[in-house]
């Protein structure tokens, strides 16, 4: 599974809005990276043109200068065809400048005044030229030209830096916005496999870790898209940008600024080779630490009653020092391979830069001008910044990384495709033929099991626990698919049947009802729109608990937390009965139903059951057997193997197991629990 690969993907869907993103980045860069070469030409061409050669002349305009009565004019502001006369030149030394009224053959080397001339000293050969100093009065005639240009420099690059910082502000926003989205896309897509994978899926997974993949692990993808990528993309357009600024300045030194790219390259590498296995410990230890905190707190009633708080929180202080540890070798592996690696190719740069420039006069009129030698120095500082900010994020992009496979893992578990047709409501007549199954190889719970329910009847199953009546159950819903023998309804082989199919006409209550947030009408419509509010009063009403539902404050919008834990276990049970009813399905699986009701609400559960078996198969799991009588078919289960059927009265006369199991009930039986055990 190739994770770079389906990253991209998830990003293609949305690549409309990335490539805008990136577009505005790269305009951004782009006008920020002028900045220099502006500096550049403020310093040689107006800072420091003053020194290039000057000409006498005879027209006047916003170009020239007086000095001594005498008009000039530097040699670059002359029109095509403009008659020049005599040369003079302007030398600066330190803060002060000289007039030569002479032509200069070199400025190279260094400089001195003395005995009113300027000396030229370069590789021992001196050229000395009559010189007079001028008064700050007299040198601003000739950095006047200059004013205008320089104005329009600052003009210009301030409009520069506005235009960078909008396409900045609408880079962020779209690839900060397009990660969102690829992020919001990613967990609509895990959260819908949670719905399709199977029910054994489950079984072996802890909530805990499940929970941990859709907001621990995309939240980290997220930095991934946001952060990682974003500094990533930024960084890379200025590295290009600045190297293509380097050589234009000069193509040596930018060589050999080029070593840097496959030392950045084979650093991440490195680092990403080392950092996985880190990485991978430290989601597993912390989807560990998330699936013991959900338990605790599941079980805190379990732990406080039997006083395993000490001996609890030992087991998650060593979770927790665990994760500890290898987030410490993390960071010290970060710390190594961070800032102080940057910091030292920075070094190594600037003393490739002395080293070439070392044997050269730095002064005007050198082969490397005083602009050219500032936007190097610039561009090497820039250089740095997106190399930093890359380095930075390897940490949250080897983590993303990590986070990203374990999501892909659960989205590539294999899942039942939801598919919402309804074929039409079947009648109900179930069928088991020889079916055998087990949840463990080799280790058989139900062995050769065969029944017929037909429409309207009501079959309960019996038995000790272990016998094998809820893998009945959970075979019939397809929760587990079986290997052995067949079952049909109406005649269908279920296995032909999509999930959904199955399902659609089908209600089940389980022992411990499950209650989500929201409202007890919402708990029982489960937000189908197709379930009416009338539908929902009705169900209530034919279970018998609309009573305690007009004595709450607000009747059916009565809130409800999480698991329903402000109602009592009865009325949980009336309200997940109800649910079942207000669907109408055809057939109905009460799975220890009224196991945690009442007498009471049970008496009131058997009356509306009376009526809405009618037409209906019903399948009733019990261990408390005078909730049966009246069932059409009991099965006697025993070790996976129905030992017994029939209807109450029969399996009183046979005096079998039943009857044992029965009497013991009623409290009669006690010469018999040996034989029943």
Known sequence: MNVGKRLFQYALIYKKSFMLGLFMLAVAVAAELTGPFIAKTLIDDHILGIERTWHETENKDSYTAEYKGTTYKRSDYFEDGEKKGPEANIVQIGRSYYFVNEKITAKEGDRKYENNQVIFSFKEKQTAYEAEKLTIKEVFPFYKPEIKGILKLMGFYLALLIFAGFFQYGQRFMLQRSSNLVIKKIRQDVFAQVQRVPITYFDNQPAGKIVARITNDTESIKDLFINVLANFFTGIIYLTGIFTALFLLDARLASICLVLVPILLIWIKVYRKFASAYNHK??????????????????????????????????????????????????????????????????????????????????????????????????LNRLFHPVTGMVNQLAQLEQALVSAERV??????????????????????????????????????????????????????VGHTGSGKSSIMNLLFRFYDIKEGKITIDGRDIMAMSKQELRQHMGIVLQDPFLFSGTIASNVSLNDPSITREMVEKALTDVGAMPFIENLPKGLDEPVIEKGSTLSSGQRQLISFARALAFNPSILILDEATASIDTETEAVIQEALDVLKKGRTTFIIAHRLSTIKNADQILVLDRGVIVERGHHDELMENKGRYYQMYQIQQGNGEKNKKAVS
């Open 408 to 461: 892909f893992v659960l989205l590539d578990e294999p899942g039942m495709k939801v598919v919402r047709r309804d074929p039409g409501r079947y009648t109900g007549n179930v069928s088991f033929e020889n079916v055998s199954f087990s949840y463990v190889k080799d280790e058989k719970v139900l062995k050769n099991i065969s029944f017929d329910a037909a429409q309207g009847e009501t079959v309960a199953l």
């Open 282 to 379: 430290i989601r597993s230890v912390l989807s560990d630490i998330n699936a013991m905190i959900n338990e605790s707190i599941n079980g805190m009633t379990i732990i406080q009653a039997f006083k395993r708080q000490k001996e609890t929180q030992k087991e998650f202080e060593a979770m927790n020092t665990d994760y500890f540890t290898y987030q410490r070798k993390l960071l010290s592996l970060n710390a190594m391979t961070g800032h102080n690696l940057v910091l030292l190719l920075k070094n190594l740069a600037f003393m490739a830069f002395i080293w070439y420039f070392g044997g050269q006069a730095l002064g005007v009129g050198s082969a490397i001008s005083i602009g050219v030698l500032y936007a190097f120095v610039d561009y």
